[in-house]
């Protein structure tokens, strides 16, 4: 089955405590990145990753890394969390970015206290 | 550059009754245009996508949009609300590396 597995589902954290979320996606996609997602704000675009070993930023990339050292999976890091990181955050792939569609992961809701 | 508006923040309707749901999109290329729903504590799931075939087109569900170049809209119905139907819509325009989402639209399905 085609799918993008996030994990955590679930996190919370205190202030300042490194963290990663990962991401793995089994359809073979170039294409990967992360999103956010705010009430009244939709999806933001935190990062992307065009292939392994390409990544670049997105609308909100303060507070946030990744790596892309294997196609599949696209780690989202955040070295120092901060109360206004508490959001629910999303995982996307898509072989290629624009007329095809993008698979989503089942979401990870970070709280940081 | 792109963007998308979602005319309605929330939209109530009736059992039984039609869905409409607004969409109006600004992009630099001609668009790809998506439908994403999301169920309560769910991920999003695609309805229907516009890329440049038929500009009406039909997605899961019994929903439905229309893309109409001049009017930069790709609005979004369904001819008969189901209760199933209770969820968090996006409209989304599809760029050269990242998908740019509306705001969203809440629906409520009222018995």
């Known amino acids: 089955e085609a799918q993008v597995t996030q994990n955590p589902r679930y996190l919370i954290t205190v202030t300042g405590k490194k963290l990663t979320v990962t991401c793995s996606q089994n359809m073979n996609h170039e294409y990967m990145s992360w999103y956010r997602q705010d009430p009244g704000l939709g999806l933001r675009q935190i990062y992307y990753?065009?292939?392994?070993?390409?990544?670049d930023k997105g609308d909100v990339p303060e507070g946030y890394k990744v790596s892309r050292k294997e196609k599949r999976n696209f780690p989202l890091i955040l070295e120092s969390p901060s109360p206004n990181q508490t959001s629910l955050y999303f995982c996307?792939?898509?072989?290629?970015?624009?007329?095809?569609?993008?698979?989503f992961g089942q979401g990870t809701r970070l709280t940081v206290v | 550059a792109q963007s998308v508006t979602q005319l309605d923040s929330h939209v109530s309707v009736s059992e039984g009754t039609p869905v409409l749901l607004r969409c109006n999109y600004s992009s630099s290329y001609s668009p790809s245009l998506f439908w994403y729903v999301q169920h309560p504590n769910k991920g999003l799931q695609l309805l229907l996508k516009?890329?440049?075939?038929?500009?009406l087109v039909k997605g899961i569900n019994g929903f439905e949009a229309e893309f109409k170049k001049s009017e930069t809209s790709f609005h979004l119905t369904k001819p008969s609300a189901h209760m199933s139907d209770a969820a968090e819509y996006f409209c989304v325009v599809s760029g050269r590396y990242k998908l740019s989402f509306g705001a969203g639209t809440t629906v409520t399905v009222r018995a």
């Open positions: 516009y890329t440049s075939a038929a500009t």
């Open positions: 996307a792939s898509s072989s290629p970015q624009g007329a095809t569609e993008a698979f």
């Open positions: 990753s065009m292939n392994v070993e390409v990544t």
